[in-house]
């Protein structure tokens, strides 16, 4: 059969996976699943959808606004998350309202794409599919990848999805206690880039020497997730200011303004000791970290666990109430350190130049852990899945979750 021949087009199967752009939480798993299809399972098409695009108005303009918001103010989302973090009834009613007007867009992708299995990374698509479907019948299964692995928010769970993938870092049971059946849940590992992997590491090639830092003490990569919205240039300054040994990369993400004030800092406050690499949005997040000693940041899902991957001690500067969990998972273990206040974070630093013990100690607490990337293991079962629902045609009706649990 050639590969060109409508035959051979007709066997090729789809996966759609959804996401919205809310910092990397949500992009990086839909992109590393995505990869992991793309490599070991070429005859398969996913396509990324990030519903939170801004050329998507109707849909994701106002909730990324919202959550840029929540960055620089966390305190203001704390209260909100957990008073209505087992709330199903409520989050119900709240999701439903602020996404009505996205289900046509939805509706509209779904005809154009015809996909055999949807993947969503983030619980809005999930839920606005799953409201499409009470007049569609005929939609394809939605596998729910859950990017909170700890304690999963009532808005994962407010509709019912075909399958449900939570971390083996994560607990069942808040799943089972909403109502959702055990076969519907699958624990997997968390999908990391391929590159966290044992199989494509030697295809990685090294750092540049520029990023490397080999001749400082302590080489440290301090990040502010995807949108680089933070602190960062209150940390780079009083780092700069205790004129440590260091060579510390700034990993800004899309922040191109704060990016460029980081430079300009660099340039007004030159240290002999201390040498500054901002760092625009990279894709090579592996190369880094390999090249470093530890890191500082935010306590994302995907920052946090591709650290603890490399063996890379975390020093948690900052927290967000649906981070919490991983931040406790990193002090639980030994893993790393909670800092939230600058001048602490100093010290620790300070401390670690010349403390080699405590850091030899702490990555071995990280290697420990024994980490594994789930991407492929994702893969293959959507892969199985988009095969079957052309033997097995329309899926069946699933239970909802509870009201409450």
Sequence with gaps: MRPGSASARECRRKILILTMGMGSGHNVPAASVAEAIARYHPSVDAPVVDLADDARPRYGRLEKRCWRF???????LKPFYYATHRSIRFVRVLDTASRRKASSDVLDLLELERPDVILCTHYGPANIISRLRKDHPGLPPVVVLITDPFEPHAL????PSELYLLSALGRAEELSAAGIPAERIRNIDFPLRLCFTSDTATAWKPRPAPLQG??????VTLAAGGEGIGRLRAQVDALLKANLDLFLVVLCGRNREVREALLKLVQERRSARTTVVPVGFTDDVHGILSATDITMGKSGT???????FCGKPFLITQT???EEGCRDFVLRNGAGW????IPA???LVRRLVTDRALLREVSRNCRALGLRNGSRQIADLLTRMARDRARFGAVPPCPGPRAAH
């Design 302 to 308: 995907s920052f946090t666990l591709e650290s603890l």
């Design 214 to 219: 080999k001749n400082a003490k302590l080489r």
């Design 156 to 159: 994962w769970l407010v509709e």
């Design 70 to 76: 929540c960055l620089r103010h966390p305190e203001i």
């Design 345 to 347: 974070q100093v010290e």
């Design 320 to 322: 967000l109430a649906n």
């Design 338 to 341: 909670f800092e939230p206040t």
